[in-house]
């Protein structure tokens, strides 16, 4: 399934799209969260923005 979404001419600027969306939505929830002092959430917000961010450089890079 995934090989066939990426085939497809609008497959990977959809999920570079989702992608961003998740990193820009992460990154403001960790800079709440930082705001707040609510070191788990920070956490967990960080996590997913870099996974996102990193997914973002894979797949642009290669």
Partial sequence: ???WVLNQSWGLPVLL???????????????????EKRRFELGWALLFALVALLAIIVLVAY
Avoid: G, H, T
Avoid at 25 to 32: I, L, Q, V
């Fill in 1 to 3: 399934m995934s090989e």
């Fill in 17 to 35: 799209a989702f992608l961003v969306i998740v990193f820009v939505f992460e990154s403001r929830k960790a800079f709440k969260a930082y705001k």
